[in-house]
Structure formats: C-alpha cells, structure tokens
C-alpha cells in the first residue's frame, strides 16, 4: 500500500476487484488484525474495499479505542461500509461485552464470537460463555423493540 496505494491502478485494488468479479455473492471482507493495528493502512484498505462493493467486518478482540476509531473513521468516509463487529469473548477476547468498552455507533449488528471452532462441551468453559453469551443477545434484542 505504501508504493502503489489503495486506488484503482494499485495491484491491491485490482485484486479485490478481480475477485469481485469472480465470486460475485462475496460482499465482505473480515478484518483480523491480532498485531499491526495500523489505523491509517486499515482505514485506506476498509475504504478501497467499501468502493469496490465489499463491506469490512472487524474481528476485534482487544484494542476497543483503536477497532471503535477504524469502525467511525471508515464509515465517515463512506457510510454503512463497515455495518457489523465480530467481537471475540474467547482466548484474548475473553469477558468481552459488546455493552461496556466497545462503542461502535450506529454500527447494524456486533456479533459475539464465543469459541474458536470448537464444540461447546456441555459444562466447558465455551459452554458457559455460549449460554451467557445467548442470554445477552436476548436481552439486546427485547431491548431493541
């Protein structure tokens, strides 16, 4: 990105349009970035890809200010590009709540990833994080009518 940019003769751009173009029903992008936490590069890349039709979905797990601040500053450029968060409550994500510390705005949907592909075992850990995690997004829901 630093040599060519994020524009329309960039060879990253022309990538992503290609496969656009090629698999025509993908129309998002999601974001894990565990260690660079770049905001500028991500902002740039988040936009090029809202241009090309794509939506970005963060997958934060840590860093709130940095993840809520890409989120804002993505959508102020081009609004509803970034329109949901995959917040992860497991590993280095875990006791994450999508109710306290992560503000994403008027972001459509956060979703709580509760388990690294593995099955929740009746009386696991992921077990347990599941259930409250389902208890949560109920009461999200009732107070959302």
Known sequence: MNAQGT???SILYQDFQALKAAIPALDAI???DENSFNSPTTISFGVMLGNLGYHVMPDAFD???YWTNVVSQINTQLPGTSDGVHLQAYAGGA?????SGWNFGAVAGVSWAVGSGRYAE???DYDDRLAQSVRHC???HVALR
């Open 138 to 140: 109920r009461r999200i």
């Open 30 to 32: 999601d974001f894990d």
């Open 63 to 65: 860093q709130s200010s």
């Open 7 to 9: 524009g329309p003769t």
């Open 122 to 124: 009746p009386g696991s």
């Open 95 to 99: 006791g994450n709540n999508p109710c």
